[in-house]
């Protein structure tokens, strides 16, 4: 079926690097994306989005950027901090698929001081 | 999480045991949801709402019950727990796509 899925499970960079994360969807449908943080205890806190109508968006220190010819979109985290290490999920879903999320498996971020 | 609140936090059941997970929401929202995560699988849609008195079924609805009485309330049955519904439940509200999530319920059926 239609999935979510993330080239990679773990990363762990030094504090103050840039952070990429990735994400690969197969719905060809899929017109809206959301990356999600999760921190240990807590539940998913949105981040930042995008339509399928762009192919880049900037938040403070986040930027998300879709490919939809190769099916991928990407979060950059800018000058990382400890703060930031949590597990990071991409999720998409359809126009009339609406509050029907479908989730990556996520990304374990470490932030090493 | 904040305007999202689940209860019980933590839930310990016997397998045929019956309990309700609690979720109110005070943002208004129309849509709420729940969701399971389990390692390696992710965040599986259980039950959806789009209003009071209307709700539909998500990806892995079996096992369990909802109903929506109130904007404000979208409570999670489980009628006869079972070890295979050992996770935890996040309660979802929002405004279209953007979600909010709580904070989460652990629970395990032994």
């Known amino acids: 079926g239609e999935s979510v899925g993330l080239h990679l499970p773990t990363l762990s960079v030094q504090e103050g690097d840039n952070s990429i994360i990735n994400c690969a969807y197969s719905n060809s449908a899929s017109d809206y994306f959301i990356w999600y943080k999760q921190e240990s205890g807590k539940g998913p806190q949105f981040i930042i989005d995008?339509?399928?109508?762009?192919d880049k968006r900037q938040g403070q220190r986040v930027t998300v950027l879709l490919n939809k010819t190769v099916k991928h979109l990407s979060l950059q985290i800018a000058a990382t901090q400890p703060g930031d290490s949590a597990v990071y999920f991409c999720a998409e879903t359809g126009g009339t698929s609406y509050g029907k999320l479908t989730f990556g498996q996520g990304t374990i971020l470490t932030v090493h001081p | 999480n904040a305007g999202v609140t689940q209860t019980p936090k933590f839930q310990v059941l016997k397998t045929g045991q019956s309990m309700t997970l609690q979720c109110a929401q005070d943002?208004?929202?129309?849509?709420m949801s729940w969701y399971r995560q389990d390692p390696g699988m992710g965040l599986r849609l259980i039950h959806y709402?789009?209003?009071?008195?209307?709700?539909d079924q998500g990806e892995v609805p079996n096992g369990y019950n909802v109903s929506r009485s109130t904007t404000e309330d979208f409570p999670l049955r489980l009628l006869s727990a079972a070890p295979s519904q050992t996770s935890v439940y996040f309660c979802v509200t929002g405004d279209k796509e953007k979600l909010f999530f709580g904070s989460g319920t652990q629970l395990s059926v032994l």
């Open positions: 709402s789009v209003g009071a008195g209307i709700t």
């Open positions: 995008i339509r399928s109508n762009m």
């Open positions: 943002m208004n929202h129309e849509y």
